[in-house]
């Protein structure tokens, strides 16, 4: 489990990346169109994890700022380009404002689309 360590003149502060995953992973279910994250294992933490937000969610952290990528299954009749614009856009305030680090980039990655449960 790899984190990101935080200083500050009272103290630090570490963050584990599964912590900055789970919060992606609950912004990204909040947003209008996503019907899941998606199970990708690109990664042994992946294929081994029993964590969805782990498998769903890659999470790089460099000195400066946090790249994000998100697997997710949209719901059939979402508008992929603007399920995936509201999706950035909620993930990124969550985690900027819950962290406190800078998000720069958050790449989505839509597995599948899936058909609306009340109509099947």
Do not use: W
């Amino acid at each position: 489990m790899d984190a990101k360590e935080f200083k500050s003149a009272e103290g630090s502060c570490i963050i584990a990346e599964d912590v900055v995953a789970s919060i992606v992973a609950t912004a990204a279910l909040e947003t209008e169109g996503v019907a899941a994250l998606a199970g990708h294992a690109a990664d042994i933490r992946g294929i081994i994890s029993r964590n969805d937000a782990t498998r769903a969610v890659r999470v790089f952290n460099t000195e400066n700022d946090t790249v994000l990528d998100v697997y997710v299954t949209l719901k059939a009749g979402a508008r992929i380009q603007e399920t995936a614009v509201a999706l950035q856009q909620n993930v990124k305030m969550a985690v900027q404002s819950m962290t406190g680090r800078p998000v720069t980039h958050i790449n989505v990655h839509v597995d599948g689309v899936v058909a609306d449960d009340k109509n099947a």
